[in-house]
Nanobody, 124 residues
Framework: QVQLVESGGGLVQAGGSLRLSCAAS????????MGWFRQAPGEERTFVAS????????YYADSVKGRFTISRDNAKNTVYLQMNSLKPEDTAVYYC?????????????????WGQGTHVTVSS
C-alpha cells in the first residue's frame, strides 16, 4: 500500500520557521516529481512547491517564493518543505503529493498520490 505521511506541522509565531517532511512508503518515488499543496480554511487547495525527480529544478507559487524551499532525499524516499518568514496567511493544511510526471507540476490532477495533511498555524 502506497502511503505519503506528512509531519512537522504545528503552531508558530509570524516570522518563525517550520520544516515539513513527507515520507513515502510502499514504492519508490525517485523517478517522480514531488510537491506540496495547501488548503486554508474555507478555501480551495492550492499549489505551493514542487521538485523534479532529480532535485535539480524546483517550482514555487509566487506567494512563497524566497521564503519556502522544497528539497528531497531519494535515498530516504522523503521530500521536505522548509518554511521561513512565516505569515498568518500561510496558515493551512499542507499536503504532500507525488506526481506521475518526472518534471515539475502545479496542478492537482497531475498528482497520483496524496498524504493526509499536516496543520500549520501561524499566529500574528
Amino acid at each position: 500500500q502506497v502511503q505519503l505521511v506528512e509531519s512537522g506541522g504545528g503552531l508558530v509565531q509570524a516570522g518563525g520557521s517550520l520544516r515539513l517532511s513527507c515520507a513515502a512508503s510502499g514504492r519508490t518515488f525517485s523517478s517522480n516529481a514531488m510537491g506540496w499543496f495547501r488548503q486554508a480554511p474555507g478555501e480551495e487547495r492550492t499549489f505551493v512547491a514542487s521538485v523534479e525527480w532529480n532535485a535539480i529544478a524546483t517550482y514555487y507559487a509566487d506567494s512563497v517564493k524566497g521564503r519556502f524551499t522544497i528539497s528531497r532525499d531519494n535515498a530516504k524516499n522523503t521530500v521536505y518543505l522548509q518554511m521561513n518568514s512565516l505569515k498568518p496567511e500561510d496558515t493551512a493544511v499542507y499536503y504532500c503529493a507525488a506526481s506521475r510526471r518526472d518534471r515539475g507540476f502545479s496542478r492537482e490532477y497531475e498528482s497520483d498520490y496524496w498524504g493526509q495533511g499536516t496543520h500549520v498555524t501561524v499566529s500574528s
